[in-house]
């Protein structure tokens, strides 16, 4: 890590422990004032220690915010009322989330509007190397552009607001998410030097967005980060719930449990189509309460009352974060956030009173010399085995200012993303080999419903049609299980891929069209400039090495000037195959001889080429990415 970036983050801890010192004035001063009903609507004050989050008020009438991000409006929801028409169509279209767990992203599209969920990025997997992330192919919305009204974000991980920052570059229009994933979304645009000219909506839980021919309504719901939530779109063939990621949990650590009641009310009134979770459809049952891992924590800092404990979890999951201090403080030890995106989202959460630290309990990680083991606690990055996080910089030694000791004490409390679980073995191997105690078991809950909850999901809603999302194909067919268990007609269960153009009526839902969808592959500074073609070569470059031939020859004649000089990588180890190089060599030379007749110097090339590869898979049985250079000088 470089010293600059060092400065960086001990100035952004700084910042933390402000801000919450700031938020505890802040709540001071407005306990002696009128409570602003208009003010509570855009800002919850932070809670003290000891307070429990307040609930939420009961809507008298739900609230509208007009589209025009400059002067939002708040209207009573009978001023909305959008009356289903018969014969009226609306499509549906995920651009993303269907093959894979990530990129999430899907329209709604009227005769004059679109209104798009979520925009979200995806892992690299290892068929895409040295690929940085992957965002959704949009080129259908850029052909729309005048239609779209606005992205409507579900929650604030990476898999829904990853892509944003690639995609506002060129759809500039408004986005509209909850307080905190509005702030997440500030610091990827806040990097990207475009918060200026974003166009960024704070929705309440409740409020409706008018968005052309639809109306969306933002609905709480539970997840591994706070102020998630489901979207009923309202448009002119009926309403749609998409619910995002979500579980059914009775006892969150913060704020208030999902609201079964709205989603009810809706059902009850009918739900025309379901764009549900599939991610944990596979799994019986019902997901597990964010607070029994609170219980987890303390057992485990009961029974390692003598070591330093370091937790690695995700940074987006604040809930788990407060309840690591909490029992930090609990037993008297010292907190250090360690990880650029821990950091920056502690800080963000810690601002919009997310979460509550004492004074005192953070501290900077270059003060852990003056404490004991059993005195600190780390919380850092790198529970999902990436290379260069804070974790498997410890595991490797590479750390700059820590050092692991057999009296370290390492918490996993996260499941590995389908994909990560080699990294993440590794990474606890590496661990291991430390002499650290590494524990993984029980510390961890699921943000997303299993079946049991789907099956509530699926009993309250009552569905005409239903459409599984977010996971894979195998996810996506258990949810199809589940909806046919609850009597769902088989006909109106619909698995479609990303691109498809579901047509949505009151009478039918079907898959009419395909549109382009499919990953953009972000390499560096490089936005799809990454096809399948550089694809294959990289991988195999990564499987059987290159090997270059440079040939001068002179010009008319076809005589050698100079080489053939060959060098190769990732193929053989030269300094022992000396008889290999100078075969090699020797087909070159004959492969030159047969083409003096020739003066199209590609079609030289190319039977350099081709004798080349005939020879390396006869002799090692290896096909190497073969690069010929045959130039042509006047002497």
């Known amino acids: 890590m470089s ?12 910042e933390i422990k402000k801000k919450l010192g700031m938020s505890k004035k802040l709540e001071r001063k407005t306990k002696d004032k009128p409570k602003n009903k208009k ?54 279209i995920p651009l993303g989330g269907l093959e894979e767990i990530g990129m999430n992203i899907t329209a709604f599209e009227s005769e004059k509007s679109i209104v ?59 986005v509209f998410s909850t307080r905190l994933t509005r702030a997440l979304i500030e610091n990827k645009l806040r990097e990207h030097g475009m918060i200026e000219s974003a166009k960024l909506n704070t929705v309440c839980f409740g409020d409706f967005v008018k968005a052309g021919d639809f109306s969306v309504e933002f609905i709480k719901t539970n997840h591994s980060i706070q102020d998630a939530a489901a979207l009923a779109i309202h448009s002119p063939a009926g309403v749609i719930l998409h619910t995002g990621d979500f579980k059914v949990d009775y006892t969150p650590v913060f704020g208030d449990t999902i609201d079964l009641q709205r989603i009810a009310e809706l059902g009850k009134k ?80 810690s601002e919009l009173g997310y979460i509550t630290v004492k004074e005192g309990t953070l501290i900077d990680i270059s003060e852990i010399r003056n404490y004991p083991d059993d005195k600190i606690v780390l919380i850092v990055t790198g529970s999902q085995g990436e290379s260069m996080a804070v974790l498997s910089r410890m595991a490797t030694g590479q750390h700059r200012k820590l050092s ?12 590995p993303i389908p994909g990560n679980e080699k990294a993440v073995s590794k990474v606890i191997n590496e661990l291991s080999r430390m002499r650290t105690k590494v524990i993984y078991q029980d510390t961890h809950v699921s943000g997303h419903a299993c079946v049991e909850e789907l099956k509530l999901i699926y009993a309250l809603v009552h569905p005409k049609f239903s459409i599984p999302v977010h996971g894979e194909l195998r996810h996506r067919l258990a949810q199809k299980e589940v909806a046919l268990a609850v009597g769902m007609p088989k006909e109106n269960c619909l698995l479609v891929d ?10 039918s839902c079907r898959v009419i069209d395909k ?17 399948n073609a550089v694809l294959k070569d990289r991988q195999s470059l990564s499987q059987n090495g290159i090997m270059i031939v440079a040939v001068t020859l002179q010009k008319g004649s076809g005589q050698i000037i100079s080489g053939p000089e060959i060098e190769t990588r ?46 390396i898979w006869r002799r090692i049985k290896r096909t190497p990415l073969i690069l010929p250079v045959v130039s042509e000088v006047s002497v």
Do not use: W
């Open 3 to 14: 010293k600059t970036r060092r400065i960086t983050e001990r100035k952004q801890l700084t």
């Open 116 to 174: 798009i969920v979520d925009c979200g990025m995806a892992f690299p997997n290892e068929d895409m190397p040295g690929v940085d992330l992957v965002i959704p192919d949009v080129s259908y919305l850029k052909e729309h552009a005048d239609k779209i009204e606005g992205f409507f974000i579900t929650h604030g991980h990476e898999d829904h607001i990853g892509a944003l920052p690639y995609v506002l570059k060129d759809l500039n229009v408004p």
């Open 570 to 615: 990732g193929l053989i180890y030269v300094k022992e195959n000396e008889e290999f190089i100078r075969e090699a060599r020797e087909v070159v030379l004959r492969a030159i001889d047969e083409c003096r007749r020739y003066k199209d110097m590609a079609r030289v090339r190319n039977t350099v080429r081709n004798e080349l590869s005939d020879y």
């Open 498 to 507: 990303s691109g498809d153009v579901v047509e949505l009526s009151q009478d």
């Open 39 to 92: 003010a509570a609507a855009g800002a919850a004050p932070a809670r003290t220690k000891n307070e429990k989050p307040k609930k939420e008020e009961k809507r008298t009438a739900r609230s509208l915010v007009q589209l025009n991000p400059l002067s939002a409006l708040i209207r009573s929801a009978a001023e909305l009322h959008i009356s289903p028409v018969s014969g009226k169509k609306v499509r549906i």
């Open 270 to 349: 009918g739900i025309l189509a379901l764009l549900c979770d599939s991610t944990n459809a596979l799994r019986q049952g019902f997901t597990m309460s964010e607070k029994t891992v609170g219980h987890t924590f303390e057992n485990i800092f009961a029974e390692h009352k003598e070591n330093r404990i370091i937790v690695a979890t995700f940074a987006s999951n604040v809930d788990r974060v407060q309840q690591v201090i909490t029992v930090a403080e609990k037993y008297g030890r010292k907190v250090v956030i360690d990880g650029r995106s821990m950091i920056n989202i502690i800080g963000t959460a």
């Open 515 to 531: 549109v382009q969808a499919g990953p953009v592959m972000v390499d560096g500074l490089g936005i799809g400039d990454v096809g």
């Open 404 to 415: 692991l000791t057999a009296n370290d004490v390492i918490v996993m409390s996260s499941t």
